[in-house]
């Protein structure tokens, strides 16, 4: 956990914490004592704080999310709680978290009466022993005997994912095995198909090709294992005297990962990667020492290790990490590098929003958010001086900043280790996403030169590609719909089975959007959930739309094609409800704006709305239709 | 350091991972002598115990523990 920094003080602060009267300050300061690296025994601490404030209040009232985690597992996992609890807060939710019966995962998930369904998990996470789940396999077995042997758990595995799943309505997480096994041969053990180093690693590779076509997510602590060591995870003493596999001083790891992964789910993973240069993306100040004078690239050790972090950044913009630049510097000096240093690997195109000026660097990254239309919460801040970090986690503490160690060398892994950007899958639009926000800046700097709103939408000459999800889309809509805060109407989040549960109910109609305008292709940017309501009418069950094509006539042209759908079916009316959170004011006017009629508005802000298809005008757009492949 | 020293080391300890700051320990204080200190938080205990003084206690030893003055006394040995 090197990237969280030190609280000196962490006990004080965590008691005025405790003693703050109004729960809702107590949590958030709760939140950031998280958000700071934990010992052992201040974990305890922590999570015990958490435990009071969550039974005194409900978590709405307290601005965390509520998350429900079953943990079930074939050895003593008690010691996992804590970690988990304390990983949940540090992004901002508030976890529920109960630990199955010593090896009673079968029965928890088979029995109808078990407490697990009362619990309602959201989450349903597998830890299992490897020698409990193999059971023995002579160390003679034929590699075919062992591949027939896996076979058979793992079709028992599947199995009890699907009980998970289709029961108890729960994401699924399968966490892989942990290789404690000893050396029986060696180096020979990687050849002998029943040595249980090879065992392991087999079952894994197994588990892990099940767990993707199940809709599984692998909660991988054996890869974590490979960078920790497997004493900082597994101590015999622990086992022997406890049947704990994981030690109670990785509780806190174990946690991290896990909670990570959970945010991934919810979409609640970092977005953007926010870079500082002199000092960070290369050695030395440009201002001061000149393009030829910064340290960068080969032949330096210390310039080698800069245009590491240059690598890895770059390797996140290919996976759909938008990255941007905020550094004090002359702009036209810290463009120059990016365009005429032979050594460097970003390059201006890579960069989503450049920002070098003097100002405070604070309010240039609010800048940032804006422009790309996200949140502070979705911004990782990387800068090598402890000032600016301070400074930044003092006035934008949603914004994620990790305590960069000194030596270049280490950054890399300070920013990998941290895990802001963890995914739980990797679509096409994630490949594209780095060049769309790129074009995005383009548009607004159209947008500038363009005399009115009108004038600039008609210069996009977009295209709206729409129809119903075909199976190839199913991925990225279900990425979508989870991952979209903002234009989100009902914020229910789905799993790939409960939208392949809507997609075969007659009646229902997922339609997606593709918008394309001169540009490049935005993707699909929208996805609209119209369920059968009985009688004539549809229901918007949900209604998402990417941030990157706000503002661009695309509602209004969707409630067209919604509306035309609706009428070639015999639907008479679309009913679509609204349900506020923090992050959907953008559009809490939305349905009123397309001319939907309110039919309900509840105390808790939730509202219900009606459009009839029979008096309904196409609204006006300068949004033209095409066809796929057009 | 002395019986004393260790001795304070693993009052303040078991103080934060039974959050009770009433708590004090003597050479014969016994877990049974000190409210909710059960075998899950006996273990929890031994591990913030081993992380504060960087010593690791043997299987045996935890198992054989029955007094304060044991654990003290074996801590002692392993800080040499």
């Known amino acids: ?119 309602r998990p959201d989450f349903i996470v597998l830890s299992l022993t490897a020698r409990d789940f193999l059971g023995g396999v002579p160390l003679n077995a034929t590699s075919s005997e062992v591949e027939q042997k ?13 009980v998970a799943r289709d029961r108890f309505r729960s994401t699924v997480v399968q966490q892989t095995f942990l290789d404690i096994a000893l050396p029986v041969f060696g180096s020979f053990d990687r050849l002998v198909p029943a040595s249980p180093h090879q065992l392991i690693a087999r079952l894994n590779d197994r588990l892990a090709a099940a767990a993707s076509s199940e809709g599984v997510l692998l909660l991988d602590v054996a890869r974590a294992i490979a960078r920790d060591g497997l004493d900082a995870w597994f101590d015999v003493r622990h086992w022997l005297q406890g049947k704990m596999e994981i030690s109670p001083a990785a509780g806190s790891r174990f946690g991290e990962l896990l909670t990570r992964l959970v945010a991934a789910q919810r979409g609640r993973s970092r977005k953007c990667l926010v870079l500082d240069l002199d000092n960070t993306l290369w050695g030395g100040v440009v201002g001061d020492d000149g393009m030829e004078g910064i340290v960068l690239g080969e032949g330096s050790a210390r310039g080698e290790a800069h245009l590491a972090l240059q690598r890895y950044a770059r390797m996140l913009k290919d996976r759909g990490v938008i990255l941007a630049i905020c550094s004090k510097n002359e702009p036209s000096v810290a463009e120059a590098v990016f365009r005429d240093h032979p050594e460097m690997i970003l390059r201006r195109n890579d960069i989503a929003v450049f920002i070098a000026n003097w100002d405070d660097k604070a309010a240039n990254l609010s800048r940032i958010a804006e422009q790309l239309n996200i949140g502070l919460d979705s911004l990782v801040f990387v800068d090598d001086n402890p000032a600016e970090r301070e400074r930044i986690r003092g006035a934008l503490p949603a914004v994620a900043v990790p305590e960069l160690p000194v030596d270049p060398a280490d950054y890399v892994r300070c ?26 800046a383009e548009r607004d700097a159209l947008r500038e ?28 809509v279900v990425q979508l719909i989870n991952k979209t ?19 075969a109910a007659p009646g229902n109609l997922a339609l997606q959007f593709r918008l394309r305008d001169r540009f490049g292709d935005n993707g699909l940017v929208s996805v609209m959930l119209l369920g059968n309501g009985g009688g004539e009418t549809w229901r918007i069950d949900n209604w998402v739309m990417s941030c990157r094509v706000f503002g661009r006539q695309l509602e209004d042209e969707a409630v067209n094609v919604a509306v035309e759908a609706a009428a070639a079916r015999g639907i008479r009316s679309l009913v679509a409800e609204f349900v506020p959170t923090a992050k959907n004011k953008v559009i809490a006017d939305l349905y009123e704006r397309l001319g939907f009629a309110c039919m309900e508005r509840s105390q808790d802000g939730r509202s219900l709305w009606e459009l009839n298809i029979a008096s309904y005008a196409p609204r006006p757009t300068t949004i033209k239709r095409a066809s796929d492949g057009e | 350091m002395n019986d004393q020293e260790v001795l304070a080391v693993m009052t303040r300890v078991l103080r934060d991972v039974l959050d009770d700051p009433s708590i004090t320990l003597d050479m014969q204080t016994v877990r049974a002598d000190v409210p909710d200190w059960d075998s899950f938080k006996y273990v929890t205990f031994i591990v913030a115990a081993e992380i504060e003084l960087g010593i690791k206690f043997g299987i045996a030893d935890v198992e054989s523990f029955v007094t304060v003055g044991d654990i003290v006394a074996k801590a002692r040995s392993l800080l040499g």
């Open chain 1, 150 to 162: 896996i076979d058979e758990r793992i079709e028992e595995l599947r199995h009890l994912w699907r």
């Open chain 1, 1 to 119: 956990m090197n990237w969280l920094p030190s609280i000196p003080d962490f006990k004080a602060r965590l008691r005025v914490a405790t003693e703050t009267g109004d729960l809702r300050q107590r949590a958030a300061a709760l939140m950031s004592l998280a958000q700071s690296r934990v010992g052992f025994v201040e974990e305890l601490q922590l999570d015990k704080a958490l435990r009071q404030v969550a039974a005194a209040a409900d978590t709405d009232s307290l601005g965390l999310t509520p998350l429900r985690i079953a943990l079930l597992s074939s050895s003593t996992i008690d010691q996992l709680l804590p970690g988990i609890r304390v990983g949940a807060v540090r992004r901002g939710m508030l976890a529920d978290v109960m630990a199955g019966g010593f090896g009673q995962y079968r029965q928890e998930l088979l029995d109808p009466t078990s407490p697990l369904g009362a619990f």
């Open chain 1, 415 to 440: 920013l990998a280790d941290a895990g802001y950007f963890e995914a739980v899958s990797f679509t096409e639009e994630d490949r594209q996403r780095a060049e769309q926000y790129a074009a995005n």
């Open chain 1, 449 to 476: 030169l363009a005399g009115s709103v009108d004038d600039f939408l008609r210069s996009l000459q977009m295209s709206l590609v729409s129809g119903p999800v075909r199976p190839v889309d199913a991925a990225r």
């Open chain 1, 485 to 503: 805060n903002q234009f989100n109407t009902t914020t229910r989040r789905i799993s790939a089975d409960d939208f392949d549960r809507f997609g």
